[in-house]
Nanobody, 119 residues
């Protein structure tokens, strides 16, 4: 059974940095796409950044230039380096991984890690 486990969340002051990690276990397959989403209280879950196995990355406009996504395909891990954090970045951050079997997507989510940015 595939499991995604996030780590690295916490409390940081505005302008600070955090690095999130997501470790995938329970599979020998690599994922086509891995990424990070976030959900603030009372709001929907939104895309933060995604990265393909070919390390092509995409970012939400709100984090461009501040966040960097990377992955280690050999370890089935994905990371999110978050710099210049703002209070509006406060949310639960979720790791997502997608593996395609033909045209059928298998989608996996982690349990989330809390990031709180104080002003």
């Amino acid at each position: 059974q595939v499991q995604l486990v996030e780590s690295g969340g916490g409390l940081v002051q505005a302008g600070g940095s955090l690095r999130l990690s997501c470790a995938a276990s329970g599979t020998a397959f690599s994922f086509n796409t891995m990424g990070w989403y976030r959900q603030a209280p009372g709001k929907q879950r939104d895309l933060v950044a995604t990265i393909t196995s070919g390390v092509s990355a995409d970012y939400a406009d709100s984090v461009k230039g501040r966040f960097t996504i990377s992955r280690d395909n050999a370890k089935n891990m994905v990371y999110l380096q978050m710099d210049s954090l703002k209070p509006e970045d406060t949310a639960v951050y979720f790791c997502k991984a997608v593996r395609y079997s033909g045209v059928f997507p298998y989608i996996y989510w982690g349990q989330g890690t809390q990031v709180t940015v104080s002003s």
